[in-house]
């Protein structure tokens, strides 16, 4: 297989990626909601319809006796479009299309250029979605708490807004795709 082989099919994995899970709200271990790539670009997560059967059987079937928190009641959260997962996926495209067009070193530059910034974008996408929907919970209360509220603000942002498999694969096919470009520009160099 070919370096450029190697890169476009990277590029088409990273590409596939966004309709796999990238990020879930998680509450005591079980996702409340999850956001595919997609519906990280539009701002939305669908909520988990298992979630209730999960804490249940995580807490003994004891702590929704009282009452039921049905995640399905809630109206969906919608945050606007994310204009970095709608970069990145942009990035993705053009990205992809480049490395189809032109000399083998002109394809590997501009893959290694896109490959960089796709991973750039999706990073900053998953950033720019866990603040939104951190800030669009009920944390203006806490945040009048004042003093040392900032270090755990930022812990509790971590642990209820985690990446899920589509984003890693997203990051690692880009990752791929830049390698493979690196190694066919250093060969192109050296010769």
Avoid at 9 to 25: E, R, S, T, Y
Avoid at 84 to 100: E, K, Q, Y
């Amino acid at each position: 297989m070919s370096a450029l082989n190697l890169i476009r099919m990277a590029k088409v994995i990273a590409l596939l990626a966004f309709i796999l899970p990238w990020a879930a709200v998680s509450c005591q271990g079980a996702d409340v909601a999850t956001a595919t790539g997609i519906e990280m670009i539009q701002g939305k997560m669908s909520p988990n319809p298992d979630f209730e059967r999960e804490i249940g059987e995580r807490f003994g079937g004891g702590m929704l006796e009282g009452g039921s928190t049905n995640v399905d009641s809630d109206p969906p959260m919608e945050l606007g479009l994310n204009p970095f997962a709608i970069g990145a996926a942009g990035v993705v495209l053009v990205g992809l299309g480049l490395s189809l067009v032109g000399a083998a070193r002109t394809a590997a530059r501009n893959t290694l250029i896109t490959s960089v910034l796709g991973v750039v974008l999706a990073l900053a996408a998953f950033w720019w979605f866990r603040e939104g929907v951190f800030n669009s919970d009920r944390e203006s209360e806490a945040r009048g708490a004042g003093g040392g509220f900032a270090a755990a603000e930022s812990q509790i942002r971590d642990s209820l807004v985690q990446q899920r498999y589509g984003f890693w694969i997203n990051v690692g096919a880009l990752l791929v795709a830049a390698g493979a470009a690196g190694l066919v520009l250093a060969r192109r160099e050296n010769t």
